[in-house]
């Protein structure tokens, strides 16, 4: 094989980010589209008239015009459509998040375990793409910044309106969306959290539901996160301020990392162990001496990094290139963002990994005792380029 066919299950929101730019990656081709609404299957056509459409999932992934398939779907249904792929034989990528529930990406993990070394699972985690992350990676895992011992993520630069809540029947509802902020747009965040200064032991989690908006999920968020080593960290998020904030901290016994979209990464570098100092020095109040380095690696991605995800998943396939974001990963996010809602809901900590198979009842819980009223959804486009700007 020497092209990729591949499917779209889900062109009205992302997926028409993704018809838009694949043309334009090398041995890739756009063969079938599926959704449940016909007037965004038109609109597909229009800007891809050789795609062959379909009303489910199921009919595009038997149709036998895909190697692989991207989902794009309601949250529920990206472990679905990612397992019943498998079944068949063909490729994954999985939007954001992987599943609603770590259990049920656990559930799809195993199924995976199952065609490994023949089937490619990607996720579309495309913000690993960014050169400053990238960076920060390296140098923690070169030691540069030491043991970690304190992380500070303020991530309030997801303000939405309420025409967006409104845009959308299934959108921030426990029965469509499975939560709010923290499952629609902090994904990103949280596998980057993870990603670089590795997964929390425990999280307590303070969580208003419809702060800022006339929904029935989470829309301000601040969690206390505590680490295997001892390590403790703060993660606050909202979508209801203007303007935000996107600012990492990540401090270790060697000094502090910054991270801010757009600007340079700082490293104030301390000349020696912060704990050395702290256990042999003679004096009371030590001046720690630090160097600071200014690294700039680039700014924020935009668009095109959701293309170098794309490309790397047909390397993946064709080349066995190994995956920047693999999807199995998606499951430490996904836990991290119930553990939240649990905590924040109930009021008490949560250890991890948490009971799994006790959230997914927790969460149907809400779905079934919801009496939740969405306003009448009026023909309300959601132009999602716009969240690339």
Same mark, same amino acid.
């Given at each position: 094989?020497n092209?990729?066919?591949?499917? =779209?299950?889900?062109?009205?929101?992302?997926?028409?980010?993704?018809? &838009?730019?694949?043309?334009?990656?090398?041995?890739?081709?756009l063969?079938?589209?599926?959704?449940?609404?016909?007037?965004r299957l038109?609109?597909t056509v229009?800007?891809a008239?050789?795609?062959?459409? @379909?009303?489910?999932?199921? +009919?595009?992934?038997?149709? &036998?015009?895909?190697?692989?398939?991207?989902?794009a779907?309601?949250h529920?249904?990206?472990p679905?459509?990612?397992?019943?792929?498998?079944?068949r034989?063909?490729h994954?990528m999985? +939007?954001?998040?992987v599943?609603?529930?770590?259990?049920?990406?656990e559930?799809?993990?195993?199924?995976?375990?199952?065609v490994?070394?023949r089937?490619?699972?990607?996720a579309? @985690?495309? /913000?690993?793409t960014?050169?400053?992350?990238q960076?920060?990676?390296? $140098?923690?895992?070169?030691?540069?910044?030491?043991?970690?011992?304190r992380?500070?993520?303020?991530a309030?630069?997801w303000f939405?309106s /309420?025409?967006?809540?409104?845009?959308?029947?299934?959108?921030?509802?426990?029965?469509?969306?499975?939560?709010g902020?923290?499952?629609?747009?902090?994904?990103h965040?949280?596998?980057?959290?993870?990603w670089?200064c590795?997964k929390?032991s425990?999280i307590?989690? @303070?969580?208003?539901?419809g702060k800022y908006?006339?929904?029935?999920?989470?829309?301000d968020?601040?969690?206390?996160?505590?680490?295997?080593?001892?390590?403790? &960290?703060v993660?606050?998020t909202?979508?209801g301020?203007?303007p935000?904030?996107?600012r990492?901290?990540?401090?270790?016994?060697?000094?502090?990392i910054i =991270?801010?979209?757009?600007?340079?990464?700082e490293?104030?570098?301390?000349?020696e162990?912060?704990?050395h100092?702290?256990?042999?020095t003679?004096?009371?109040f030590?001046?720690?001496t630090r160097d600071?380095?200014?690294i700039?690696v680039?700014?924020k991605?935009?668009?095109?990094?959701?293309q170098?995800?794309t490309?790397?998943f047909v390397?993946?396939?064709?080349?066995?290139?190994?995956l920047?974001?693999?999807?199995?990963?998606?499951?430490?996010s996904?836990? $991290?963002?119930?553990?939240?809602?649990q905590?924040? =809901?109930?009021?008490?900590?949560?250890?991890?990994?948490?009971?799994?198979e006790g959230?997914?009842?927790?969460?149907?819980g809400?779905?079934?005792n919801?009496?939740?009223?969405?306003a009448?959804?009026?023909?309300?486009?959601?132009d999602?380029?716009?969240?690339?700007?």
């Open positions: 094989m092209e990729v066919r591949i499917g =779209i299950i889900g062109v009205g929101g992302m997926g028409s980010i993704h018809v &838009g730019y694949f043309p334009k990656v090398a041995r890739l081709k063969t079938a589209v599926a959704d449940i609404d016909p007037a038109t609109a229009a800007k008239p050789d795609v062959k459409t @379909f009303n489910t999932g199921e +009919e595009l992934l038997d149709s &036998g015009l895909v190697d692989a398939v991207l989902i779907t309601p529920y249904f990206h679905v459509f990612a397992q019943e792929a498998f079944k034989g063909i994954v999985s +939007e954001k998040p599943a609603v529930t770590a259990k049920a990406a559930e799809t993990n195993a199924a995976y375990e199952k490994k070394g089937v490619v699972f990607s579309m @985690f495309q /913000q690993r960014t050169a400053s992350y960076r920060v990676k390296e $140098m923690i895992a070169a030691g540069d910044l030491g043991e970690i011992r992380t500070n993520w303020i309030t630069d939405r /309420q025409r967006y809540y409104d845009s959308g029947g299934w959108r921030a509802t426990w029965g469509g969306e499975g939560g902020v923290l499952l629609n747009q902090c994904p965040n949280l596998d980057l959290f993870q670089l590795g929390p425990k307590q989690a @303070f969580m208003t539901l908006h006339h929904i029935e999920v989470e829309d968020v601040t969690a206390f996160l505590e680490y295997p080593n001892g390590a403790t &960290g993660f606050i909202t979508t301020e203007a935000g904030t996107n990492l901290e990540i401090t270790g016994d060697r000094g502090k =991270i801010e979209p757009g600007k340079p990464v490293f104030h570098r301390t000349t162990s912060v704990k100092i702290c256990d042999t003679t004096q009371s030590p001046t720690v600071k380095m200014v700039d680039g700014g991605p935009g668009a095109g990094a959701h170098t995800i490309e790397n390397a993946a396939i064709l080349d066995g290139t190994p920047i974001a693999p999807a199995t990963d998606g499951i430490h996904v836990e $991290m963002a119930n553990a939240m809602i905590s924040g =809901i109930t009021g008490k900590a949560v250890n991890l990994p948490m009971d799994r959230y997914d009842t927790f969460l149907k809400l779905v079934k919801s009496t939740f009223k969405k009448e959804v009026k023909s309300a486009k959601v999602m380029a716009a969240s690339f700007k």
